[in-house]
């Protein structure tokens, strides 16, 4: 009997696959059995609704995406009234990700969101001009605003890190440090798509984040540092398509992981490689995934 | 309308042929004619395939009992490819997708080059209408025959012979007073024809194509940008009252 249950700091899943924020809305409950996976974090809200980036914001780029969306969303409100009451009908840990532009906003976001598994707090976006990675390149900030989430609300904080931090490593110490609950790791890298008819970048806003296989070892390095240096579990994201890419995550140190982009290159991902996971394990012997965790050190 | 939920699922090619000049790519599928209504859409994906890593959208353009077929215009490396796709070779197709429309039994069609395919397939929902309808070449001209075959009266133009389907729009104005009217084709066409229609682009609609992620509005890129706000096509589209689209 395989044993796919994690447990982070206290966060109980049932199989240590989530779906990333960012890549998924509600109508993707009709392809994804959302009662098979071991969490769902929600798209990333702010107090306000926003907008987002003007188009294009997303274009493809080899063995990935790129996008520059901007944060688009209908705000926390929406979220608490609307998204959660439906996310609820799922048998699924259910994690909201919260985007502010001032530790102020932050506070608020978390002191209003109740009734979910944990908060995602986004330090990383690469597509906005205030807060977003310009936050989680700084550990002091990153240590204020984990701090004063984690002030304002008893649930399990996760803080999501950018890759675009000069010393990743001392990011995730600081969010550690400020008393969150796990790491997520890592979110876009920054990048560029030109198009060569205008000489001007494809997308809008110019720079972009890229996702999918084509980051996935520079994702995994972050991973493998972080999850050595750090105590708290470090949720591993960047590239997985597979259950191969899954298990070098768990190996680098991850205790759980992150499904994004790939669920745009094929809507199952998720659900395979939970599936493939266990019968890989069985193949090899393996009881769970502690076995599997940090083998490389 | 109700709107049977998408599925995902890996489909056979039994027909890939040219057609004028873009690929005509058959897909065999008994349940596509069960589920699809004009304005639906496919994301058609390559089989176990991270590069290219996006399924690219299209039209759903001919259903049959036991298949359906999409156009494919070359413009990249991702539709060279998918107009490659050999017969018995596997696509990922994900759809129907969108939101459908009931559309009137008699109307008004405006195509530029391969907007003719959602247009066509819209055809076969109606009993008799009109299509205009141009291309940069004559050769590039399709279907002319069977959409006279479905009771519609067809006009065309091409650009090597002095005109766009702007100019034949506006040549026969006359003859849309009164109707509803459904476009496909470039952006550049689309945002002329708002102006040309002058007062009878409040009873015109427009069929959208942005790029896209995921098609099920996850990934929030293909947005378009409407009188209130931005709108997902994948969503809430891909047709929209051409009243309500923002050109600035």
Redesign the interface.
């Known amino acids: 009997m395989i044993d796919l249950s994690v447990n982070l700091s206290g966060i109980k899943l049932k199989n240590p696959v989530i779906l990333a924020s960012g890549v998924w809305d509600l109508p993707y409950r009709e392809i994804i059995d959302f009662d098979r996976l071991g969490g769902v974090i929600y798209k990333g809200v702010s107090l306000k609704p926003k907008e987002g980036n003007p188009p294009p914001r997303l274009t493809e780029t080899p063995c990935g995406v790129i996008n520059s969306i901007g944060l688009e969303n209908e705000g926390v409100m929406n979220f608490i009234e609307e998204i959660l009451p439906t996310l609820k009908e799922s048998n699924t840990a259910i994690f909201s990700n919260i985007f502010g532009e001032s530790i102020e906003e932050f506070s608020k976001l978390s002191s209003l969101i109740r009734d979910v598994s944990g908060i995602e707090v986004n330090v990383s976006c690469p597509n906005v001009d205030k807060g977003g990675l310009l936050f989680g390149k700084d550990p002091n900030i990153v240590y204020s605003i984990t701090k004063s989430v984690c002030n304002e609300t008893d649930l399990p904080v996760i803080v999501k890190l950018t890759p675009s931090s000069a010393n990743i490593v001392e990011v995730a110490q600081a969010a550690s440090d400020a008393g969150a609950s796990a790491i997520s790791a890592v979110n876009t890298f920054q990048g560029l798509v030109i198009d060569i008819e205008t000489g001007k970048p494809l997308l809008k806003r110019g720079v972009g984040g890229v996702s999918g296989p084509a980051i996935k070892p520079l994702a995994l390095y972050n991973v493998y540092q972080i999850a050595k240096s750090v105590d708290i579990p470090v949720i591993g994201s960047g590239g997985i398509t597979t259950y191969q890419d899954a298990l070098e995550y768990f190996f680098a140190g991850s205790s759980a992981i992150q499904i994004g982009s790939a669920i745009f290159n094929n809507p199952l991902a998720p659900i395979q490689i939970i599936d493939n996971l266990k019968k890989w394990m069985e193949r090899k012997g393996y009881k769970n995934l502690k076995e599997l965790k940090g083998k490389y050190e | 309308m109700r709107n049977m939920?998408?599925?995902?699922r890996i489909l056979p090619v039994i027909e890939n042929r040219s057609l004028g000049p873009y690929t005509y790519l058959r897909i065999e599928d008994p349940e596509m004619l069960l589920v699809a209504r004009c304005g639906h859409f496919l994301m058609v994906?390559f089989s176990s395939?991270?590069?290219?890593?996006?399924?690219r959208p299209l039209s759903l353009f001919e259903v049959e009992e036991n298949s359906f077929s999409i156009l494919v215009k070359v413009r990249g490396r991702?539709s060279d490819l998918l107009s490659k796709t050999r017969e018995g070779e596997n696509l990922?197709i994900?759809g129907p997708l969108g939101t459908p429309f009931n559309p009137p039994e008699s109307g008004v069609l405006i195509a530029g080059g391969i907007g003719i395919a959602p247009l066509y397939y819209q055809s076969g929902w109606m009993k008799s209408g009109k299509l205009f309808y141009g291309t940069k070449k004559k050769e590039e001209l399709i279907l002319t025959r069977e959409m006279e075959e479905r009771d519609f009266t067809v006009k065309t133009i091409t650009q090597e012979n002095g005109g766009t389907v702007c100019d034949l729009v506006r040549m026969n104005k006359n003859d849309i007073e009164g109707e509803k009217i459904f476009i496909c084709g470039p952006w550049d066409m689309i945002r002329a024809l708002k102006e040309i229609l002058g007062e009878f682009a409040t009873n015109a609609f427009v069929y959208l194509e942005?790029?896209?992620?995921?098609g099920?509005?996850?990934?929030?890129?293909?947005?378009?940008?409407t009188n209130s706000?931005?709108k997902l096509v994948c969503?809430e589209g891909p047709l929209f009252p051409l009243s309500e689209v923002r050109f600035d």
């Open positions: 939920p998408p599925t995902y994906g395939s991270i590069d290219p890593f996006l399924p991702g990922k994900l942005r790029r896209m992620g995921c099920l509005g996850g990934c929030k890129s293909c947005a378009v940008k706000g931005y969503q």
